[in-house]
């Protein structure tokens, strides 16, 4: 049977999964490919921790520099992640021609466009389907199922710790602190949770779809980011009376020059089915022209969800050194070519719909003042509902709008913030309710 | 650029679909394949309705059979259907030596094992995603994605149809018979609705599903089929009291030394995802050994999803083209020499959960008569409820069990349709709420 020999830099929690699936699936998937995947060295700066894993004799190594110039390894698996010494370690193996594997997502989403080009220039595979989603197949979907669709629009649950904390607000109707704090207890949200409770980790994967679905370089920078820490129960429970579900979602729109890609809490029709996406799991619904919509729902982290994309990635390369031919399919789903630089839509100009919180007093001719200026922003109301009585002098004003524009909704509630008879700063969050299944 | 020239045999509801997507985002593909796929061929007995597409000169034929063996034909589209012609001609292409694809269930359901040793012979590559699951990538994610994992379960909603009817009788209440008229003026069911609503072409599917899962051949006659046309809105009712829907449910369970599989109308707690796949779609929850629960979801059906999945397989081989080399990926994601026979456990010997439903006389002692012949087959009961007072002098009573023996099951309930206090036929419809994602 052929062999093909992978090396594992960093055998943290992923890098450990993907060595147990290697060792403990061995046969399980020789049965599949017909080539067997050996785990032939794993470099890690501690190579005592028992993993709890059966390794093979002689794989340990402190020498990841060695690792990538092995003339033996076929296929390089990084999981060391940052952006500084895997980048390296991975520039490096891309020039000695090995493939790559990773999960890095902060890296390619920074220097994707330099990895790749580098990687085409050698001719060598690059595999990240675990960079994004987890174990749901998204890279291969927008890369092959989706391959005779334009993509219209993308609407993704993406980070697992903001599913779980907002799902945990909206059951328990708990403040947002002490959510953070149980997810912190289940080993769901790191310790320094700010990656991902701020969107930034979301952001990430919204700039490797964005290019895979539109054929345009990574570009991070563009994305406009917002994040979970300022939604309250309250604010929740007015979204449910609504008919809404409040998500931390990432949303694309391709609107043929320009595209939308923005991350940031989102109320969505309670019927949408991405309202039933709960806990800390991920979804990502993709529309087509020819698919409609489509959603792929699964473990968008943790050791074996992971690690199963990264081997689904060994695999596919694996599958192309047999048949002798690594770029079967483009890294960025687009030939080289074919991608073009595609301007990313400044948050300024996005239209949606709003909902709106106000402290306000409890006064006759309190809500004529708010209206007015919006009004004169060119916001329409859709509904509006004074919540209770007073609570410290003042009440929830709560308004939902038409579409409006971005631009046009700041420029407003600073207006309405600087008047007299609102107590605090205004409360809005974007809703999407249009472009997604019902 | 390189070409792939492409014979569609029959030109209906999804051919035209296919022939739409080929056409129409012809340079969106070749940006992404690096190839040009052509659509050199189209064979059909009407070659002069108009289907809407702009067609290129001289692609029309009647003649399938000269299709089959032109030599300038690098894949065959078999689009036709059945199990008679499509059969004929799919084995001739391959016996030239095309590659093939299709969305043929019925006949790979039934034929599968002879079609896919014929192409093993003559190396040539079959695609069929469009086969189980419409525009989702069932099976590249079982045969890819999920490279890694053993699958222990699969749980899914395969039929549109069906489950566009159940989701209907669940919001409005309406008996059976109206929601599948409702479904055939919508376009949802055909003219005869049996295949669907018998459960048959989910069968289809879950065999297909099953080889692919477990490396089996594919084995139709061992799925145990039951269809929904026996579902009341009473009975959604009272699920639905008990935290339930009822979903026609594709269920497949890997048990080592063999598998379940079987088809049958199946209460699943409300708060399971899959409750939330309401209408004409499909869903399909895979659990895997390193994954755990994944799920996919979207247009099961259609001109557009299909020919979009169609298309994918053709990417998928082209890209096998230009590399020279077909078999990439084993047709039934094991290699042929690991393909083993695995045994479809009987009905009889599947444990699972029941509701019952008896129409009772509303007296004294009827609880007790029941329960004891319950009692006698091992069939212990979780809950009981009398549902009103009398209609026509009996009452409903439902029942919850624990986990019985399906065989007991029904010598218990033929027992209690005897019973002079039971009025009509008892109802029972299995509950699964362990098995799948909560």
Redesign the interface.
């Known amino acids: 049977m052929k062999e093909v020999n992978i090396g594992l830099l960093g055998c943290g929690t992923v890098g450990t ?1 993907v060595a147990r ?2 060792l403990n ?1 061995t046969d ?2 020789s ?4 080539a067997r995947l050996n785990l032939k060295k794993v470099a890690d700066v501690d190579i005592t921790t028992d993993r709890g894993v059966a390794f093979p004799d002689g794989v340990w190594t402190t020498d990841a520099d060695a690792v990538v110039r092995d003339p033996q390894i076929d296929i390089v698996v990084e999981m060391i992640g940052g952006k500084g010494i895997a980048r390296d370690l991975m520039l490096k193996a891309i020039d000695h021609g090995k493939h790559i594997v990773t999960a890095n997502k902060a890296l390619l989403a920074s220097h994707g466009n330099e990895i790749f080009q580098a990687a085409r220039e050698k001719k060598v595979d690059i595999g990240f ?1 675990a960079s994004t989603g987890g ?3 998204v890279i ?2 927008l ?8 993509i219209q629009t993308m609407t993704g649950i993406l980070n697992g710790t903001c599913n779980y904390i907002l799902t945990k607000i909206t059951a328990e109707g708990i403040p947002f602190e002490d959510a953070l704090a149980g997810a912190q207890e289940k080993g769901y949200a790191e310790a320094d949770p700010t990656l991902d409770v701020d969107g930034h980790d979301t952001a990430h994967k919204l700039a490797i779809l964005s290019a895979l679905a539109y ?1 345009m370089p990574l570009n991070l920078d563009d994305i406009y980011v917002e994040g979970i820490s300022g939604i309250t129960p309250g604010d929740i429970r007015f979204a449910e009376e609504f008919g809404y579900r409040i998500k931390l979602l990432a949303i694309s729109k391709n609107n043929g020059d320009s595209v939308e890609a923005r991350v940031h809490p989102t109320m969505i029709p309670i019927t949408n ?1 991405l ?3 709960n806990g800390a799991v991920n979804a990502l619904m993709i529309n ?12 968008g982290a943790g050791m ?2 992971t ?3 990264v ?2 990635d060994c ?2 390369i694996a ?2 050194l ?4 690594a770029g ?3 890294y960025l ?3 080289a070519e ?1 991608i073009r630089n595609i301007a990313i839509t400044s948050i300024d100009a996005v239209m949606t719909r709003y909902y709106f919180r106000f402290s306000a007093l409890d006064h006759p001719g309190v809500l004529s003042k708010i209206s007015g200026i919006l009004g004169e922003y060119d916001i329409s109301i859709k509904t509006v509902q004074q919540k209770g009585r007073k609570t410290n002098g003042s009440v929830p004003l709560v308004m939902q709008t038409h579409l409006a524009n971005e631009a046009s909704v700041q420029k407003a509630l600073k207006r309405i913030e600087e008047l007299k008879v609102v107590s605090t700063k205004p409360v809005f969050i974007r809703i999407e309710d249009d472009t997604i299944l019902e």
Chains 1, 2 share one sequence.
Do not use: F
């Open positions: 999964g699936l290697l699936n399980l998937i049965a599949r490919v017909g389907e174990c749901m197949p291969k979907t890369r092959e199922a989706l391959v005779g669709n334009r054929g089915i309202s039933s996406v087509g022209d020819a698919v409609d919509d489509i959603m792929l729902y699964g473990y074996m969800p690690g199963s994309a081997v689904s695999v596919d599958r192309n047999i048949s002798g031919r079967r399919v483009p789903s687009y030939q074919n």
